[in-house]
């Protein structure tokens, strides 16, 4: 491997460190967020309808018929009486249900939970120091 073809092995490996430093910077930044609690629904209103269509129909076919040869009687009466009827009932039914909102109830951490916490801060802190560490020693001397 000649000097030219080192630095640029050396410069390329820097730059591919940045950008895993950045990378992971990135993530972890995008993980620093309040909590947001979702909004539920509180009051839940429930419309159904109904339909209902019925026939109410009279057919009423009434004749008389007397016919007489003697005398020439004749009477014919016919009487038809039709009565459409349909009637379209809509029943709407209203009904509100209010649901009970659940609410965080914030438990204190153990000692050992926080213990965790702290000491992870800590040797995330350590782990980026020893990282720089070994870069300026590799690379700079």
């Not at 008389?64 to 009466?77: L, R």
């Amino acid at each position: 491997m000649t000097g030219k073809e080192y630095q640029e092995a050396k410069r390329l490996l820097n730059i591919g460190c940045i950008a895993i430093i950045l990378m992971v910077l990135i993530m972890l930044l995008h993980g620093c967020s309040s909590v947001r609690y979702v909004p539920v629904e509180t009051v839940k209103i429930e419309y159904r309808t109904r339909d209902s269509i019925r026939h109410d129909s009279i057919y009423k076919h009434d004749s008389v018929y007397i016919k007489e040869k003697g005398d020439t009687i004749y009477k014919y009466i016919k009487q038809v009486e039709n009565r459409y009827l349909f009637i379209n009932k809509t029943d709407t039914v209203l009904q509100t249900d209010s649901v009970q909102v659940p609410y965080p109830v914030e438990k204190k951490l153990t000692k050992w939970e926080s213990i965790k916490l702290d000491m992870g801060g800590w040797m995330f802190g350590a782990l980026i120091v020893l990282l720089l560490y070994i870069l300026y020693r590799r690379y700079i001397k």
